[in-house]
C-alpha cells in the first residue's frame, strides 16, 4: 500500500540516513530505506543524483534542508520523472506512511 499526498509539490518517502558523496567529480546522494514495513531487516542503500538541495516546508509548517533527487517511476508501459525529497520520520506520528507501510 501506498500513500498518495495531493497538493505536494514533491513527495517525502522515510530513509533512516540521507549522505552526499563525492564520485567522479559529482555529488550523489546515498539513502539507507527500508521498503518492506513494518521489516527493517532488510535495509539497502540507494544512490542518486543530486537535483537540488532545497529548504522544504513539511505538512506541520517546519522547515528543514533536504535533497531533491528526481528517479524515473515506471508503471506499465508509462513512466516519468518525479521529484522526491528524504526525510528521516522516525519521530513523527505517522513515520512511514508515505514510505507505504499499511
Not at 7 to 14: D, F, L, N, Q
Not at 56 to 82: K, N
Request: with cysteine; charged share 25%; net charge neutral.
Amino acid at each position: 500500500m501506498t500513500k498518495v499526498v495531493t497538493g505536494a509539490r514533491s513527495c517525502a518517502p522515510h530513509a533512516f540516513f540521507a549522505e552526499s558523496y563525492r564520485r567522479n567529480g559529482t555529488d550523489p546522494l546515498r539513502l539507507g530505506v527500508h521498503p518492506l514495513q513494518p521489516h527493517e531487516t532488510f535495509a539497502p542503500t540507494c544512490d542518486a543524483p543530486v537535483v537540488d538541495p532545497r529548504v522544504v516546508s513539511d505538512s506541520g509548517g517546519h522547515r528543514e534542508h533536504r535533497w531533491v533527487i528526481e528517479p524515473t517511476v515506471r508503471l506499465g508501459d508509462a513512466e516519468w520523472r518525479v521529484e522526491i525529497t528524504s526525510t528521516d520520520r522516525e519521530s513523527r506520528l505517522c513515520p512511514k506512511a508515505i514510505a507505504g507501510n499499511k
